[in-house]
């Protein structure tokens, strides 16, 4: 409870502290998992295109991984993430492979206030807007805590919920209060303060830069309508239903 209070009294500190900033920019880099049964383990799998499938896409993963990054732009209301476009890159199939995998896959927008996020990505060969629901409110901020760009971060752990429902293992998150915007990268967002650090099944994403601005910046929704989730996963569940 101690570490509760305080984590308050340092929000409501830096949040005079940091009036003057409107806006800011984090930039991501991934670091993903050491071996191929940390990205999957395919030991009761029995097909052997399947796991070749796994291993072509953990070996795409770690070719690319140390050149991409998620551009997280913000500012006290909005924020949309992105990943850079990466002209040089000879096999566009291979890069979309190693986005998908460490889900630097397009735009992520969140709405801080309605609590909800809009992803524009590419994938069966299909543009999608879907939006995200999210349950934010299951995060169990602890004691624990580090340094991180000479920022006080705090250790919270939640399991992942869309609607209510828990879809993913714990992830682990670092938050620092003394820069007071709920923003971190890819679907993660939500706590008192803003996201440094993730770990999450075997991948880590660490911030590299951050720069905060004194004017706020427009950041815009996406144009299309979007659809809800559970409409995306029927339309998933469809198509691979259709190649069985």
């Given at each position: ?99 998908i995998a460490t889900k630097f896959h397009r735009e992520y927008y969140t709405e801080i206030e309605s609590n909800y996020q809009i992803h524009e990505f590419e994938i069966a060969g299909r543009e999608w807007t879907v939006r995200y629901d999210r349950d934010i409110s299951s995060w169990e901020i ?103």
């Amino acid at each position: 409870m101690r570490h509760l209070i305080l984590i308050i009294l340092v929000t409501i500190l830096t949040q005079t502290a940091f009036a003057q900033y409107q806006s800011g920019k984090v930039v991501y880099k991934v670091i993903p998992p050491k071996t191929v049964m940390e990205f999957k383990d395919t030991t009761n799998i029995k097909n052997k295109y399947t796991k070749n499938a796994f291993v072509t896409t953990y070996n795409r993963l770690k070719s690319h991984a140390p050149n991409m990054q998620l551009v997280l732009e913000f500012n006290t209301k909005n924020a949309l993430a992105k990943m850079p476009s990466m002209m040089k890159v000879d096999n566009r199939a291979s890069l979309q492979t190693a986005m998908i995998a460490t889900k630097f896959h397009r735009e992520y927008y969140t709405e801080i206030e309605s609590n909800y996020q809009i992803h524009e990505f590419e994938i069966a060969g299909r543009e999608w807007t879907v939006r995200y629901d999210r349950d934010i409110s299951s995060w169990e901020i602890t004691n624990e805590t580090k340094e991180i760009h000479g920022y006080t971060c705090y250790k919270a752990i939640t399991p992942i919920k869309i609607n209510g429902e828990e879809i993913d293992d714990n992830l682990e998150a670092w938050f620092t209060p003394e820069i007071p915007f709920r923003y971190g990268p890819m679907e993660i967002y939500g706590l008192p303060g803003l996201i440094l650090e993730v770990r999450q099944k075997n991948f880590i994403y660490y911030a590299t830069e951050i720069e905060l601005y004194k004017k706020n910046n427009n950041i815009k929704k996406p144009k299309r309508k979007p659809i809800l989730h559970t409409e995306y996963h029927a339309e998933m569940k469809k198509m691979r239903d259709a190649f069985k």
